[in-house]
């Protein structure tokens, strides 16, 4: 929608390759780091990942922590966790040595050692950049100047959190691609220790565009406190889902029509971390930061979700909340028992048998208490989700249905299966001791005898269920998996819900756990929902 520059060419082409790249863009030349900067601020450039940092004051920091003398890294944030996003692989994919060039231009200003570009491992966006890198080292050979600072590409594992920069520095580095437990600046602390100017894929595609155009042109279109374009991922339930590079100042109402889109019961702004817009206030809604926070929502990523007429906005939500408490790193207490709580208090409510009450306590005890913004990602999610939804959340609290499936239009990856574990119980030798409930309290509950019943362990509590069963006095416990894992061999699947996540490689949180078997005897006890 208005003119291309992001996807200018691409209209001809799939892929602009190194000659068309420079027949289109030229050779960008180098800029100094004051003049960078002064780019940089002279159109308010931010960052697109989400935050909408000013990039200017990133540049500043990291050239403060290098001081004189020191190395530094770029880094490029080309992990696209959110499943709803397709902007950073679109780029990459097609249009890698824009890309390239903005990093490669702050790499120079910074004097920095190298350029890393981390991206999903396997994809064919990871392909294309690994094409184009060599492109660059052949025409530098041939005598041209086109790999200036050395570039390395990383493919990492892929999952919602790992384009958190935290999480992105650690898989860089090696390590497990999780958010650290305490906040660490990539400006200060990054790639090998090293201060690392960190940001997302679009936002050095705009830094190239930015220092080919010079600050006023860049700033003819879109608006005059935000402007240029800016790329949005439309899907859901869009007839024509697409990347989109429209300029800021466009009408949401306008980007949706040319998607063919149906609002329906709403559409969800700025990605699973986002928030819903209403049919009504879509009307009105401008595509930009100012325009979208009018409006109730964030524009984060430029992620544009519209559910569609035919499918239950509820049951979507739901699917998105147990993927999100899936998703999460389990390095923490809200992550690793309040998601999944408020998870499967959702699907209780898809199913007419829930609380929103008790859904509203269930997300106050995860907010501001994570290891990272995950849980206050997913909260924001499910509050917006809740207060837009009333409706539909009256029909299910009356009747058990809306009377309209959940079609799963809300995007999610295809993922293997994890292993499901449970705990079982020889009742020949249990005597109600009662200690595996206060090892694992969230997942073992006592009867008024005191003999336990039990919820599915998520793979992440499987070091602590494996301590219960070693410590359990009358060595009554034995842990079982589906996948033969634990140590009773495979468990029968549980049973199924009207809600199932089969797609995603998961079941409803709340649906029934495997029925207890008593060696030798009539079943004495049945698991709880869970």
Known sequence: MGPARLTAGLDHCRRLDLPAHRTLHGVVEPRSLDELISLANEVDMRGRGGAAFPFARKLRAVADAVGSGGECVVLINGAEGE???????????RNPHLVLDGAVLAAEALGAREVVLATAGGEVAEASVNAAVAERRAANVSGGAESRVPIRVVGIKERFISGEGGALVNAVNGENGIPPGRKRRAAQSGVDGLPTLLSNTETYAQLALLAEYGPQKYAEIGTSKEPGTILLTVSGGAAEGAVIETPTGTMLADVLDLCEAEIGDGVLIGGYHGAWLSADAVETAVISREGMKAAGATLGAGIIVPLGESTCSLGEAARVASYLAAESAGQCGPCRLGLPDVARLMCDLVEGSGS????????RMVERRGACFHPDGTAKFVLSALDSFEAEIALHLEQGSCGRPVRGVMPMPEREPEPEYRLEVDWSRCVGHGLCAHLLPEFVKLDDYGFPSFRKIPQFMLREARRAVDMCPALALRLGSNSGD???GPAPKPNGSPLR???DGMMKTG????????VGAAPRARGTAG
């Open 83 to 93: 499943p709803a996003s397709s902007k950073d692989a679109m780029l990459l994919t």
């Open 356 to 363: 929103v009450d008790a859904i509203r306590r269930a997300v």
């Open 486 to 488: 634990g140590h009773g």
């Open 501 to 503: 996540l089969v797609k």
């Open 511 to 518: 649906a029934s756990a495997p029925r207890l078997t008593r």
